[in-house]
């Protein structure tokens, strides 16, 4: 049974910073790209991150890069987002997911998503 638990979020005051943790379980981790999301009130869902299964190859959303840093520790079976440089508009739910194909990038229909948590951001 697969389960992605998102942990770290909260509130966070314009140029501040948060980390964001996702224990998986139920899959062997090491095998599969993961990825975040989030979905702003007003936007929807927004592709942020991918990360491949040995954590060296990353990319970003360009409402992210330079700000975000996607990573991985496969002894843990966790994936991280670290937010620096904080926004008021980076204020959604945020989700992490694992591609449903093994070893391989996959689209965002083959993705699944764990339960998310909310990020605040406001003064």
């Known amino acids: 049974q697969v389960q992605l638990v998102e942990s770290g979020g909260g509130s966070a005051h314009p140029g501040g910073s948060l980390r964001l943790s996702c224990e998986a379980s139920?899959?062997?981790?090491?095998?599969?790209?993961m990825y975040w999301v989030r979905r702003h009130p007003r936007r929807g869902l927004e592709w942020l991150s991918s990360i491949n299964t040995a954590g060296d190859d990353t990319s970003y959303a360009d409402s992210v890069k330079g700000r975000f840093t996607i990573s991985r520790d496969n002894a843990k079976n966790t994936l991280y987002l670290q937010m620096n440089s904080l926004k008021s508009d980076d204020t959604a739910v945020y989700y992490c997911?694992?591609?449903?194909?093994?070893?391989?990038?996959?689209?965002?229909?083959?993705?699944?998503w764990g339960q998310g948590t909310q990020v605040t951001v406001s003064s």
């Open positions: 997911g694992k591609a449903k194909r093994v070893g391989t990038d996959v689209g965002m229909k083959y993705i699944e």
């Open positions: 139920g899959f062997t981790f090491t095998n599969y790209w």
